[in-house]
């Protein structure tokens, strides 16, 4: 089945390190996103990428890194930079154009900095 | 700029009551409209949308009618049951341009009690 994949689902982080975390899908689509969330602040926007070899900024980029080599595949590095790392973290895709094309998420990965 | 605002939760009701969660938004073109559910510890999923005015959108019960002259998107149902309870996202993705992004509400919680 197509679908999203987010990996791990609880990833712990002690203070000074970077993580990645994994995004994967196989539903062949164009744009792909990460979002944070925070209790009570719903979704913001990480960073963003409409294409391969291609990303941009989303509203809260600072601390993070991606990359995206691949149409499948877009990790998400949270930089010791990143002051408050703990929080909720989706991923989504959608095929990027068109009217009314749905975003797919991931089932998230819980960040805590220990 | 685009903008969602939803009714600020929590949303306490009894099984079997009516529902209503405000959405309304401000978009510069002619956006598509959705709704998104998260159940506890999940990811987002679709629960239902619209693509242009006087649309309505369906699913498991759950109704929104994209009302252009009121730029709203209200989210009902007529009788909810515990199962519904989570977290509901209004979003809307402007289909002018080349920035495809989704633009979300904070979320409204709901609770349903037997």
């Known amino acids: 089945d197509g679908g999203i994949t987010q990996s791990p689902k609880y990833l712990f982080r002690k203070e000074g390190q970077n993580v990645t975390l994994s995004c994967e899908q196989n539903l062949n689509h164009d744009a792909m996103y990460w979002y944070r969330q925070d209790p009570g602040q719903g979704l913001r926007l990480i960073y963003y990428s409409q294409i391969v070899n291609d990303f941009q900024k989303g509203d809260i980029a600072e601390g993070y890194s991606v990359s995206r080599e691949k149409k499948e595949s877009f990790p998400l590095t949270v930089t010791s930079a990143q002051k408050n790392p703990t929080a909720f973290y989706l991923c989504?895709?959608?095929?990027?154009?068109?009217?009314?094309?749905?975003?797919?998420f991931g089932q998230g990965t819980r960040l805590t900095v220990v | 700029g685009n903008s969602v605002t939803q009714m600020e939760g929590p949303v306490t009701l009894s099984e079997e009551a009516f529902l209503t969660i405000n959405c309304t938004y401000t978009?510069?073109?002619?956006?598509?409209l959705f709704w998104y559910v998260q159940y506890p510890g999940e990811g987002l999923q679709l629960l239902l949308k619209?693509?242009?005015a006087d649309d309505k959108g369906s699913n498991k019960g759950f109704e929104a009618t994209y009302r252009k002259e009121t730029t709203s998107f209200h989210l009902e149902k007529g009788s909810v049951q515990v199962s519904d309870s989570a977290v509901y996202f209004c979003a809307l993705r402007d289909n002018a341009g080349n920035n495809r992004k989704l633009i979300w509400g904070l979320g409204t919680s709901l609770a349903v009690n037997p």
């Open positions: 619209a693509t242009k």
């Open positions: 989504a895709s959608n095929v990027g154009g068109g009217t009314g094309t749905e975003a797919f």
């Open positions: 978009a510069t073109g002619y956006p598509s």
